[in-house]
């Protein structure tokens, strides 16, 4: 095996395999602590999705770190961890003390930090991230329920989450290639810099920090970075998509828990067209039971949708963890009924279904969108499984994506 991902929420596993399924490495993607007794398939890559974001340090930490000793037990000796390309965490971490960990188990002295995306509107440039063209203190992410970002400043983030000086590497630096960028890490590394926050605007910045990046035992960011360094590192790839296509039918449902603006949008669409409940916990104090019934009752041939998405002025203060329990509850029920088809949107949300449902690994099969792979279990029952971030995907993914898997 080439490669190991550590994901810190299930969509982003998604993402970043995606990415290096793109890249052309055969990938496979698994939830939660990887059992010690899992024999894998014969693979590239596997990227192991946790639900650590939200978690305190200690467990964010305590479980990366298993991940990782699982990782070296299978010969994996180059571990990249991924988190959200709008760099959710707070001032307590997780970003900054779960990399520290890695660093320190590798013995390694630097990483980057390069959560850029070019091609989801994700930029980074004089260490500020943009989202698609706006700092993200100004975008939609900075009325996040659990991780408000309300400080566009990498630099500074960081620095709140880890005890250890954080540079910058710089536009030009980057543009200037990767012999450059070479250069300035060894000056960075000899000033004492531990964390190298990476200005990168275009997929081709991506492509020269990852020829730059090979001798890093660790590296983090988003997707973006870990498809570059796939597409630069590991030369001899596949040259064509043979994962076979899981099986179409069986009734589906949509879940949404995000709150994302573009999760808004593309339920509002997906309302349009599908039956739809929303689930609301201040008018509905018995919330599953009420939705159980509602779904007993319209499942069938024509998909179903189940949100709790809310802009800002909806939400109820402190409901976060029974909505994602409920959607949970949900989708075990809505499989139960005899449900295929599940399409979820948001990490958090992700995270519940997936546990709820026992899944412990996918095979990730085409994308619906650009880092919005299907991906289909190889239990029973059989599922096709699409586990959406939040912020990705156009209006219409929803709609399109279960009218296209029937």
Same mark, same amino acid.
């Given at each position: 095996?080439?490669?190991?991902?550590?994901?810190?929420?299930?969509?982003?596993?998604?993402?970043?395999?995606?990415?290096?399924?793109?890249?052309?490495?055969?990938?496979?993607?698994?939830?939660?602590?990887?059992?010690?007794?899992?024999?894998?398939?014969?693979?590239?890559?596997?990227?192991?999705?946790?639900?650590?974001?939200?978690?305190?340090?200690?467990?964010?930490?305590?479980?990366?770190?298993?991940?990782?000793?699982?990782?070296?037990?299978?010969?994996?000796?180059?571990?990249?961890?991924?988190?959200?390309?709008?760099?959710?965490?707070?001032?307590?971490?997780?970003?900054?003390?779960?990399?520290?960990?890695?660093?320190?188990?590798?013995?390694?002295?630097?990483?980057?930090?390069?959560?850029?995306?070019?091609?989801?509107?994700?930029?980074?440039?004089?260490?500020?991230?943009?989202?698609?063209? /706006?700092?993200?203190?100004? *975008?939609?992410?900075?009325?996040?329920? &659990?991780? +408000?970002?309300?400080? !566009?400043? @990498?630099? #500074?983030?960081?620095?709140?989450?880890?005890?250890?000086?954080?540079?910058?590497?710089?536009?030009?630096?980057?543009?200037?290639?990767?012999?450059?960028?070479?250069?300035?890490?060894?000056?960075?590394?000899?000033?004492?810099?531990?964390?190298?926050?990476?200005?990168?605007?275009?997929?081709?910045?991506?492509?020269?920090?990852?020829?730059?990046?090979?001798?890093?035992?660790?590296?983090?960011?988003?997707?973006?970075?870990?498809?570059?360094?796939?597409?630069?590192?590991?030369?001899?790839?596949?040259?064509?998509?043979?994962?076979?296509?899981?099986?179409?039918?069986?009734?589906?449902?949509?879940?949404?828990?995000?709150?994302?603006?573009?999760?808004?949008?593309? /339920?509002?669409?997906?309302? *349009?067209?599908?039956?739809?409940?929303? &689930?609301? +916990?201040?008018?509905? !104090?018995? @919330?599953? #039971?009420?939705?159980?019934?509602?779904?007993?009752?319209?499942?069938?041939?024509?998909?179903?949708?189940?949100?709790?998405?809310?802009?800002?002025?909806?939400?109820?203060?402190?409901?976060?963890?029974?909505?994602?329990?409920?959607?949970?509850?949900?989708?075990?029920?809505?499989?139960?009924?005899?449900?295929?088809?599940?399409?979820?949107?948001?990490?958090?949300?992700?995270?519940?279904?997936?546990?709820?449902?026992?899944?412990?690994?996918?095979?990730?099969?085409?994308?619906?969108?650009?880092?919005?792979?299907?991906?289909?279990?190889?239990?029973?029952?059989?599922?096709?499984?699409?586990?959406?971030?939040?912020?990705?995907?156009?209006?219409?993914?929803?709609?399109?994506?279960?009218?296209?898997?029937?």
């Amino acid at each position: 095996m080439r490669l190991g991902c550590i994901a810190d929420d299930y969509t982003g596993g998604t993402d970043v395999a995606a990415a290096l399924r793109r890249a052309g490495l055969r990938t496979v993607l698994l939830f939660g602590t990887p059992d010690p007794a899992l024999e894998l398939p014969d693979c590239d890559a596997v990227v192991v999705g946790l639900k650590t974001r939200t978690v305190t340090a200690t467990d964010a930490v305590q479980q990366s770190l298993h991940v990782r000793d699982w990782l070296t037990r299978h010969g994996v000796d180059r571990v990249y961890f991924k988190y959200c390309s709008t760099f959710d965490s707070t001032d307590d971490g997780n970003i900054g003390p779960v990399t520290d960990a890695l660093l320190d188990t590798a013995d390694e002295a630097m990483t980057l930090i390069c959560p850029a995306s070019p091609e989801h509107g994700r930029t980074v440039y004089q260490g500020h991230l943009f989202v698609n063209g /706006v700092l993200l203190s100004e *975008s939609p992410m900075r009325h996040h329920p &659990l991780t +408000p970002m309300t400080d !566009p400043s @990498l630099v #500074r983030v960081m620095s709140r989450q880890t005890p250890h000086p954080v540079g910058l590497l710089t536009l030009p630096v980057v543009r200037a290639g990767h012999e450059a960028v070479h250069t300035e890490l060894d000056r960075l590394r000899a000033d004492g810099v531990r964390h190298v926050v990476v200005d990168a605007t275009q997929d081709s910045d991506l492509d020269t920090v990852a020829a730059a990046a090979q001798r890093f035992g660790v590296l983090t960011g988003g997707a973006g970075l870990a498809g570059a360094y796939g597409r630069v590192a590991f030369p001899a790839r596949l040259a064509a998509d043979t994962t076979p296509q899981p099986p179409s039918g069986g009734p589906g449902i949509i879940l949404a828990g995000s709150c994302s603006a573009a999760t808004l949008e593309q /339920v509002a669409r997906a309302r *349009s067209v599908f039956p739809a409940y929303r &689930l609301d +916990p201040a008018a509905e !104090p018995d @919330l599953l #039971r009420r939705a159980t019934a509602w779904l007993t009752a319209n499942l069938g041939e024509t998909p179903v949708l189940i949100y709790s998405s809310a802009p800002p002025e909806q939400r109820v203060p402190g409901a976060a963890d029974l909505l994602e329990r409920t959607l949970g509850a949900l989708a075990h029920a809505a499989v139960d009924l005899g449900a295929r088809r599940i399409v979820v949107a948001g990490g958090e949300t992700s995270g519940a279904v997936v546990s709820a449902l026992g899944i412990g690994a996918v095979i990730v099969a085409g994308e619906e969108d650009r880092g919005v792979p299907w991906c289909h279990t190889t239990g029973t029952p059989a599922l096709r499984l699409l586990l959406k971030s939040g912020n990705f995907g156009s209006p219409d993914l929803l709609v399109r994506a279960m009218k296209e898997a029937s």
